[in-house]
């Protein structure tokens, strides 16, 4: 596993074994040299290579870009319910296997029903942490666009963060920007934006402080990644940036299901002509309260009952 979009599923699944009275563990295989950043209930190993289990469990589930079938057969033996969690049907995973794509990119691949055990797959099985999945408060759309998060993810590779700080602080100058600064960031220099008004930074947020946070902004402009599903559950709406190739399955999700007509690919020479775009439009109430609604029927979240699902 590596990016803190896969440790917060990795925390998903495991508070709902655990809430069936199921013990879990978190192996975690980072590029991040200080394992301090993630959770220190978290066990930092990389179990592609110390990969001999001493017991056999109830249950393996396994999030990572970088496993291959002859890894899945591997862990097999020691389980009967492997469960593989795929974005973009990313390799033909062995058979038995249980595939969970709890994403919107579920909306656009097709996974063949007799080779796997079970298939469980669309937005509604979005694996959110607990203070998302049980958030019961209303999302209220203002008039205005007030307050703009913007969250990048845990490293933001393209250092787009420092970009954007001038620039919507240009386009919306009298609203508030909170600004996710994640563990991964390199090169961010906080001092250099002491002297643009409201602003204020955020480090190193449990997940009932960021819920909060989104519940209390109008707008937010994030990365493709699990940060998606947290906004969907909230209705809270926001612009897509694609910051990485495996992000496309979860933006044509978006496209597909109506929520979103375009995104913003930084690859792209119009980078900020197309954010101003999407900005202008997003100001409109009515285009935000639009969009919040629809985020909220599309995610009816289902994965209450996944732990029952997979071991029975």
């Known amino acids: 596993m590596n990016g803190l979009g896969h440790l917060r599923r990795c925390i998903a699944f495991s508070e709902l074994f655990e809430s069936k009275g199921i013990k879990t563990q978190i192996l975690v295989n980072t590029d991040h040299g200080d394992a301090e950043i993630f959770n220190s209930d978290l066990k930092q190993q990389n179990w592609l290579v110390?990969?001999?289990l001493e017991t056999r469990y109830e249950a393996i589930i396994i999030d990572s870009y970088r496993a291959q079938s002859i890894d899945?057969?591997?862990?097999?033996?020691?389980?009967?319910?492997?469960?593989?969690?795929?974005?973009?049907?990313?390799?033909?995973?062995?058979?038995?296997?249980?595939?969970?794509?709890?994403?919107?990119?579920?909306?656009?691949?097709?996974?063949?029903?007799?080779?796997?055990?079970?298939?469980?797959?669309?937005p509604e099985?979005?694996?959110?942490?607990?203070?998302?999945?049980?958030?019961?408060?209303?999302?209220?759309?203002?008039?205005?666009?007030e307050r703009i998060l913007i969250t990048m993810g845990g490293s933001d590779p393209l250092h787009l963060t420092s970009k954007m700080i001038p620039f919507y602080r240009s386009e919306f100058p009298s609203s508030q920007l909170d600004v996710i600064i994640g563990p991964g960031f390199s090169d961010f220099k906080e001092e250099e934006f002491h002297h643009c008004p409201y602003l204020t930074f955020y480090r190193n947020l449990d997940a009932?402080?960021?819920?909060?946070?989104?519940?209390?902004?109008?707008?937010?402009?994030?990365?493709?990644?699990?940060?998606?599903?947290?906004?969907?559950k909230l209705g809270i709406p926001f612009i897509v940036i694609q910051?990485?190739?495996?992000?496309?399955?979860?933006?044509?999700?978006?496209?597909?299901?109506?929520?979103?007509?375009?995104?913003?690919?930084?690859?792209?020479?119009?980078?900020f002509v197309s954010l101003s775009q999407l900005s202008q439009k997003l100001a409109i109430v009515s285009a935000r309260q639009k969009m919040s609604t629809e985020l909220k029927m599309i995610f009816q979240i289902k994965s209450l009952d996944i732990v029952g699902s997979i071991l029975n």
């Open 50 to 52: 110390q990969n001999q």
């Open 72 to 122: 899945y057969e591997h862990f097999k033996q020691y389980t009967n319910h492997l469960v593989a969690i795929d974005d973009d049907k990313r390799i033909e995973y062995p058979s038995g296997c249980i595939i969970y794509n709890g994403g919107l990119g579920s909306l656009v691949y097709q996974y063949e029903v007799n080779r796997y055990k079970k298939i469980f797959v669309g």
């Open 125 to 145: 099985f979005a694996l959110l942490r607990q203070e998302f999945r049980e958030n019961r408060v209303e999302k209220k759309i203002n008039q205005n666009i």
């Open 208 to 232: 009932r402080s960021m819920c909060e946070l989104m519940l209390r902004v109008d707008l937010c402009i994030t990365a493709g990644g699990q940060t998606i599903y947290e906004l969907g």
């Open 243 to 271: 910051t990485a190739e495996n992000q496309k399955g979860n933006i044509s999700g978006l496209i597909k299901s109506g929520v979103i007509e375009s995104y913003v690919d930084p690859s792209k020479g119009d980078f």
